[in-house]
């Protein structure tokens, strides 16, 4: 049964609405903490543990930035549960990273009630603090974005959410509303059996979403997707070869803050950062020898190679890694382009389920005999 | 100008492939010499890494030899090696790096003569394709 509770706002009173509803959510004991975008001292916004009710008031759902996929949050709040209830505040990429984070025991997502919101996509970091400074708010960006109008002031969204075709998540057990909601108002939407619970319980009980969300979200979805098509026949047009790779990673300076920034890149410690890639002199004028000359520092592409086969099946195309990059770098084609062929390969695809698991970590007796194509 | 020689990078299970290559020469079935042994105790043990490195160091082909499903000294190490098999093939595949060029094969300890004439399909099949792409554009550049 439908549950979808539509909230009125009045000018200026969209972020008082909805931390009304997580200061009911913890004041009725449904969960005894809150993690959710909040604005900070210094004007930005940053996921934040709320404890006291009262600071749900800092609350700022809808700002449009993400600046760490709150999967890699998620996991250190609960890779050891805690056994208190936490609402966590998600959008559909962080969602189908914590779950593939689930699925490698990194996350427990069985104290948490999973709230996910409807996503029109986010600034850069930078971009986003100089759009504070133009008097952004997360209110007039919804409403420019309702009416297909992301690009604000000459910003415009990062370029990973313009090809993300989920603007809604999906595995969440509530739903905060925007796409296809009427003028100043959101909804709140019960999707699990946990999260209808947890609204009933704060007297949100609602009935059916608005009509047209589903069309207008199933034209997002497919204007992201046909974008996403388009991109990606050009990456692989163009970026064909070894050395195309290694041209277009060019200004890699071998910082790794992509891989520090990837929410499923999970390993604590990176083989890259292990005496495995930590050589001698005299090696290094050995491979010099080759060819005469060695690029400094090395295995620039190797690295990235090796990223691709360690995620590309659970890679969600976030986008952190592009954003991450201090050389800006557009990674994210290179992973969405490799991640769709292997997830394709094992007809996986990250994020969708938790019950699905990752195709390495399973392995059959009869299966993929085309590898070998040999039949004994 | 002298017939172009493919360097394959070959990286055998010590229970199965290295043993049949061993049997090969014991039984005086010879192979071409573009194919350069790494033994290794299972395919399972062969990281991605070790086959991107060979490739981005020049190997025109990479072959891994592993035993036959159910035949595994470690159960299921060779199984492990075919869902990465499958996935790396993808990963290179993206970059021209063709599945031509990246096999994997099950040879028993007892089938020397099927490696040999893997050996010999192998070698035959990337002196027909040309050296592999990193190599030409290094050349070329």
Not at chain 1, 41 to 54: A, C, E, H, K, Y
Not at chain 1, 83 to 97: D, F, L
Not at chain 1, 224 to 233: P, V
Not at chain 1, 309 to 334: K, R
Request: a neutral charge; charged letters at 20%; glycine letters at 6%.
């Amino acid at each position: 049964m439908a549950n979808y509770t539509k909230v009125s706002y009045k000018k200026d009173e969209l972020n008082l609405e909805i931390s009304k509803i997580f200061k009911q959510l913890m004041e009725k004991k449904v969960v005894s903490a809150v993690l959710a975008p909040s604005s900070q001292s210094s004007g930005v916004v940053r996921q934040t543990l709320i404890v006291n009710p009262i600071k749900t008031a800092q609350i700022d759902l809808f700002a449009p930035i993400i600046p760490v996929n709150s999967a890699k949050i998620a996991s250190s709040l609960t890779a050891k549960p805690s056994g208190k209830n936490i609402a966590m505040v998600m959008r559909s990429c962080e969602v189908r990273a914590a779950i593939e984070l689930a699925k490698l025991n990194q996350i427990n997502l069985d104290d948490v009630l999973l709230i996910g919101l409807d996503c029109f996509g986010r600034f850069e970091n930078t971009d986003f603090s100089k759009l504070l400074e133009q008097n952004l708010t997360s209110e007039s960006f919804i409403q420019s974005a309702q009416s297909e109008k992301v690009a604000v002031n000459g910003f415009d969204i990062v370029g990973a959410c313009k090809i993300c075709e989920y603007p809604v998540p999906d595995n969440v057990d509530i739903r905060i509303c925007v796409i296809g909601a009427d003028t100043n108002s959101f909804g709140v939407e019960g999707v699990s059996e946990k999260g209808k619970q947890a609204l009933g319980e704060i007297g949100l009980t609602g009935s059916e979403p608005p009509g047209k969300r589903k069309e207008l979200v199933e034209a997002l979805s497919k204007k992201r997707s046909d974008l996403l098509a388009q991109k990606l026949d050009e990456y692989k047009q163009t970026i064909n070869s070894i050395q195309a790779l290694e041209d277009s990673l060019a200004n890699c300076i071998n910082c790794y803050n992509c891989r520090v920034a990837c929410p499923v890149c999970y390993c604590k410690e990176c083989v890259y950062l292990t005496n495995t890639f930590r050589h001698e002199g005299e090696q290094y004028l050995g491979w010099a020898q080759r060819e005469g000359t060695l690029k400094m520092p090395t295995d620039t592409a190797f690295y990235h190679l090796t990223r691709m086969t360690h995620i590309s099946t659970f890679c969600v195309g976030c986008g952190q890694c592009t954003s991450a990059c201090p050389n800006d770098i557009e990674l994210t084609l290179a992973f969405r382009s490799v991640a769709k062929a292997s997830q394709a390969r094992f007809e996986y695809q990250a994020g969708r389920s938790l019950d699905e698991q990752q195709p390495l970590t399973l392995f059959h007796d009869d299966e993929l005999v085309e590898v070998t194509g040999q039949v004994k | 100008m002298s017939e172009f020689e493919p360097k394959i990078v070959a990286f055998f299970c010590n229970w199965c492939t290295f043993t049949a290559a061993d049997l090969a020469g014991t039984s005086r079935l010879s192979y071409p010499p573009n194919i350069n042994i790494i033994r290794v105790m299972c395919s399972g043990m062969v990281d991605p890494k070790f086959v991107i490195k060979a490739f981005l160091n020049g190997a025109d082909g990479v072959l891994i030899g592993g035993c036959w499903p159910g035949d595994c000294h470690y159960i299921n190490g060779n199984l492990k090696a075919r869902r990465r098999v499958a996935l790396l093939t993808e990963v290179l595949k993206q970059y021209g790096i063709s599945e031509d060029r990246f096999w994997l094969r099950w040879i028993a300890a007892s089938e020397g003569n099927m490696l040999q004439e893997v050996a010999k399909e192998m070698t035959e099949k990337l002196k027909a394709l040309g050296p592999s792409p990193v190599n030409v554009n290094k050349l070329a550049g």
